[in-house]
T-cell receptor, first 116, second 110 residues
Framework: GAVVSQHPSRVICKSGTSVKIECRSLDFQATTMFWYRQFPKQSLMLMATSNEGSKATYEQGVEKDKFLINHASLTLSTLTVTSAHPEDSSFYICSADKDRAYNEQFFGPGTRLTVL | KNEVEQSPQNLTAQEGEFITINCSYS?????LHWLQQHPGGGIVSLFMLSSGKKKHGRLIATINIQEKHSSLHITASHPRDSAVYIC????????????FGTGTRLAVRP
């Protein structure tokens, strides 16, 4: 199956710093990638839809100035958590749409962010 | 009421048992996904269904579009099947976005 990677897998940072998370589709091109957030024992919450070469579409309640998304190429999308605070600590997961015609979507392994 | 409901929320089984996890949805969909999330957090896509039935190894997924219902079956369950199983639907009108169920936490005891 198709492979989606995320980097880093874990990150610990101090409050006030910014953290960048990368999502890569390794063996296919993805015009659309999705960023999710997951709190402990809860389901995934869609944060934004990232389209290659255009601005991301954010879900209601998600601060676009805090969660910066860049989808500069067909294989890479980045999520930058700016001025991170402890309440931003969470598990962030990306997914990539391989083939819209076949509804195939592949998930990355996730990034666990801890803000001290 | 959530658009995607899963049952049961928690399930404990003995190794070897046949397991069924159910998913009901209330909206029109173009596809339904079954996902597996292990304690480490990574998500694996098990199946994508738009009709009928699919089988992969010990896993079987079925969907009934008219009844808006899907089931995931695990035959001869094993402790390594312990994970959270998530049903997610791609709505026909929402582009590519998925709507997720709350997940079923499965523990298989040896």
């Amino acid at each position: 199956g198709a492979v989606v990677s995320q980097h880093p897998s874990r990150v610990i940072c101090k409050s006030g710093t910014s953290v960048k998370i990368e999502c890569r589709s390794l063996d296919f091109q993805a015009t659309t990638m999705f960023w999710y957030r997951q709190f402990p024992k809860q389901s995934l919450m869609l944060m934004a839809t990232s389209n290659e070469g255009s601005k991301a579409t954010y879900e209601q309640g998600v601060e676009k100035d805090k969660f910066l998304i860049n989808h500069a190429s067909l294989t890479l999308s980045t999520l930058t958590v700016t001025s991170a605070h402890p309440e931003d600590s969470s598990f962030y997961i990306c997914s990539a749409d391989k083939d819209r015609a076949y509804n195939e979507q592949f998930f990355g392994p996730g990034t666990r962010l801890t803000v001290l | 009421k959530n658009e995607v409901e899963q049952s049961p929320q928690n399930l404990t089984a003995q190794e070897g048992e046949f397991i069924t996890i159910n998913c009901s949805y209330s909206v029109g969909i173009s596809a339904l996904h079954w996902l597996q999330q292990h304690p480490g957090g990574g998500i694996v896509s098990l199946f994508m269904l738009s009709s009928g039935k699919k089988k992969h190894g010990r896993l079987i997924a079925t969907i009934n579009i008219q009844e808006k219902h899907s089931s995931l079956h695990i035959t001869a369950s094993h402790p390594r099947d312990s994970a959270v199983y998530i049903c997610a639907v791609k709505r026909g009108s929402s582009g590519d976005k998925l709507t997720f169920g709350t997940g079923t936490r499965l523990a298989v005891r040896p």
